[in-house]
């Protein structure tokens, strides 16, 4: 497993850091097998998987056990589990037990929040209590609906001054590691001058130190509308639509089960059946 150390070694060398989100067991198998560096068990676990139409739904319940799916296929894979929409605002108390609930019961080895600001704190206490966090910036899915919904961040010179700014709070607050989402490849240059902990963008350009991309997308996995930023490398929907409407037309014409799929009983069994 890479560690942190191991990773801001990788983003001082200039290696690239390959992260993907994962909901699953076999996800999880195919991508160790494939040395995927950060296994990400993103919230949009409710878009994706779960057929929400954004992450708010998701609960912490959820995180959880998808999470121990991930890491039961995966075991030697570096963790990042999100911290759902709702566990991480309210009492510090209340925040550090859900935290490290999700934390226990995964088996992570880091948690994901989104945003600055007030989160800071977050990320200090869980930092302190024994917790990595990664900080996530730029486009903040959770507050979609407030921030006016999902489009480019940091284009202007303020924006991009503050995205700046609550980069280095993150990494003082003790971040291990920022995601940036949809901001200008420019600004990504300048985020990974700006802090010594790697910069792992999505819609973020190739500057970044490492990439992360949603399973469903990476591998075209549904329905939904590939955004701008994305890249498709295999075509996992056409192969799974094509098996299953191969099946239906296996059953419906009689040819699937044939004889290698069925079990026999003995001649002599089936007489004593009839008497
Ligand atoms: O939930 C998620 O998949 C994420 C990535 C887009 C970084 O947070
Ligand atoms: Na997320």
Redesign the pocket.
Known sequence: MKTITEMKRMKTEGEKIVMM?AYDFPTAVFAEKSDVDIL?V????GMVVLGYPS?VYVTADDMVHHGKAVRRGAKDTFLVV?LPFGTFRGSQDRILSEAIRVFQETGADAL?VEGADEVLNTIQLLTSTGIPVVA?LGLL?QSASVSGGYKVQGKTADAARKLLDDAELCEQAGACMI?V?CIPHQLTKQLTKAVNIPIIG?GAGAAADGQ?L?FHDLVKYGEHRLPKFAESFSDAGKVIQEGISAYTNAVRTGIFPDMRHQFTMKEEELVNLYG
């Open positions: 989100t990400l993103g919230d949009s676990l992450t999100d994901k996530h899915p995601v989402e999505i992360v949603v």
